[in-house]
């Protein structure tokens, strides 16, 4: 009895069925839309976030996070690049709060935190930011200050082409002891992002470098257990050169982490709030998680329709993005459900985890459900 106990148990577990709500494209974009109205509404005069809140305790979780700053900013002014003029004003704010905090030294430019240290994802993030800003209101203003944010990851940049994570104000250099898993990714797609708004100044240089070093290196040189490290900033930054075009490795590369990241949204799929889902699958994974995955599959896809070595992928990868959409779509909390918490302005248009949610929930969410919106449109049409 014992052993049939074990057999049915472990059928369930490896039988679970996948369920990908289906979502529209106009659904999406409305979802992103909510998540935006959720970062103004909970913006500081100063231009800082609601960090983390606590919805069963109706409070705010002490705490803050200068990247994460850079990445919520990112994302608004992302939306506005994507024709929703209404985030503007909440993410210029944001970048105020972030321009009263650089370090400035030897023509370059970086965010300091509230601790006084430098690091480098946030000012990736910044200008990553301030792209999306660009490419959103054409304006020129803020070039000469993303050259300077530019030469700063230029400063952080090692010569394998790895990011390190901090720099030492005191010893006047990068700290040699720690890279960063993030801050790679992120630094490799704001430079790519640089070559695109200032092609023929070099950046593409620095880009290539990490390229190779995600493709080839890094897993192995920062010890990753299974690789591919899922690194939604590497999709973003592949995405971006495609037309550059991309060699061999960074295609290989490209397809490993597809396979990653569809597998992280299979297994998503497969989990519930019930009680063995749990014990099988763990609990299901924060709107932060599914939004990276969102992400990078959306990056995946656009790639895969400009290189003609990975279009064999598309169908499957935006099979993929629309199953982790839909899941997103499902779990925001609507006005109608916000309506029935302690805090209806906290909880609308937000993700939750067992009653906690970060700015970052809404930052990636945001995110993926925007990019997803045209695997979303293409899917539905007539083949």
């Not at 049915?8 to 490896?14: D, E, K, N, Y």
């Not at 200050?145 to 990851?153: A, D, N």
């Amino acid at each position: 009895m014992i052993w049939a106990a074990g057999a049915v148990l472990l059928r369930a577990w490896l039988l679970s069925p996948e369920v990908c709500p289906q979502v529209s494209a106009g659904e999406a974009v409305a979802d992103a839309r909510a998540a935006a109205a959720w970062m103004a509404r909970v913006q500081e005069p100063d231009g800082s976030y609601l960090y983390e809140f606590d919805l069963d305790k109706n409070e705010q979780v002490p705490g803050y996070n200068a990247v994460r700053h850079a990445g919520v900013t990112m994302a608004l002014y992302q939306l506005a690049a994507a024709g929703e003029a209404s985030s503007l004003p909440a993410a210029d704010r944001g970048l105020a709060w972030m321009r009263a905090r650089l370090y400035e030294h030897d023509g370059w430019a970086a965010i300091r935190d509230d601790a006084g240290g430098v690091e480098t994802g946030g000012s990736a993030l910044l200008l990553a930011g301030l792209a999306q800003r660009r490419l959103a209101t054409g304006d020129t203003a803020y070039d000469d200050f993303m050259r300077q944010v530019g030469r700063f990851l230029v400063v952080m940049q090692q010569d394998d082409g790895s990011f390190l994570l901090n720099y030492d104000i005191h010893a006047g250099a990068p700290d040699p002891s720690e890279r960063s898993k993030y801050a790679t990714g992120e630094a490799f797609w704001s430079l790519t992002l640089m070559h695109r708004a200032f092609p023929g100044e070099g950046w593409d240089v620095a880009a290539r470098r990490t390229a190779d070093y995600l493709s080839l290196r890094r897993d192995t040189v920062e010890g990753q257990n299974f690789p591919p490290w899922a690194d939604q900033w590497a999709a973003y930054g592949l995405a971006e050169m495609a037309d550059w075009p991309l060699d061999d490795a960074n295609v290989a590369y490209a397809r490993a982490l597809a396979e990653r990241f569809g597998f992280l949204v299979r297994v998503e799929s497969q989990r519930t709030d019930g009680v063995l889902s749990k014990l099988f699958h763990g609990r299901r994974s924060r709107g932060a998680g599914m939004g990276t995955w969102s992400e990078a599959l959306d990056s995946l896809w656009r790639l895969s329709g400009a290189d003609p070595r990975l279009a064999d992928l598309r169908d499957e990868i935006g099979e993929r993005a629309a199953c982790a959409a839909g899941m997103l779509h499902e779990r925001q909390l609507s006005a109608e459900d916000a309506a029935d918490t302690k805090n209806p302005p906290v909880a609308e248009g937000a993700w939750f985890t067992e009653g906690l949610t970060r700015m970052d929930d809404q930052q990636h969410s945001l995110s993926g459900l925007l990019r997803s919106a045209a695997i979303l449109d293409e899917r539905k049409r007539p083949r």
